[in-house]
């Protein structure tokens, strides 16, 4: 079985949400964490 690349992603604005959603389309990648100023936006 492959390993999954894990990503994690420090700021939540627009375009690290488009870069969410485009990496949830690929089966070998899983978005580990999240880091962002509001604990809010963080948990969206």
Not at 13 to 35: M, P, R, T, W, Y
Request: no cysteine.
């Amino acid at each position: 079985m492959k390993e999954k690349v894990r990503w994690g992603i420090i700021g939540l604005g627009k375009i690290a949400h488009k870069f969410a959603n485009d990496l949830q389309l690929s089966e070998d990648v899983v978005i580990q964490a999240v880091a962002s100023r509001s604990i809010k936006k963080a948990k969206e």
